[in-house]
């Protein structure tokens, strides 16, 4: 059974830090691409960013670059999102997901096939 587990989202003061970590279980995350979403109230899901299954390349979207960092430990089936100098315009659930490994890193919703049920983050102002 597959499962993605998202935690760690938290109330943080606007420059402030928060990790969160996707939990993965029920398929073998070393070949899959796993890709970090968010989803603000009133607003689509929006991809961040995604790191690949092999060699750990990650690609950002332009907004959130140099804030947030991606970063899987295969061993422990964990993936994470690392996030600095959160601002009030990052506040959402965000929700971890995965796809089979392939030749590009999507950030965008269609391609992922495993979803989270998503952790909040809300930073205040």
């Not at 950002?60 to 959160?86: E, F, H, P």
């Not at 995965?98 to 998503?118: E, L, M």
Request: glycine content about 12%.
């Amino acid at each position: 059974q597959v499962q993605v587990v998202e935690s760690g989202g938290d109330l943080v003061q606007h420059g402030g830090s928060l990790t969160l970590s996707c939990v993965t279980s029920g398929f073998t995350l070393d070949y899959h691409t796993i890709g970090w979403f968010r989803q603000a109230p009133g607003k689509e899901r929006e991809g961040v960013g995604c790191i690949s299954s092999s060699d750990n390349r990650t690609n950002y979207v332009d907004s959130v670059k140099g804030r947030l960092t991606i970063s899987r430990d295969n061993a422990k089936n964990t993936v994470y999102l690392q996030m600095n100098n959160l601002k009030p315009e990052d506040t959402a659930v965000y929700y971890c997901a995965a796809k089979y490994r392939g030749p590009y890193f999507p950030i965008s919703v269609g391609p992922y096939d495993y979803w989270g049920q998503g952790t909040r983050v809300t930073v205040s102002s």
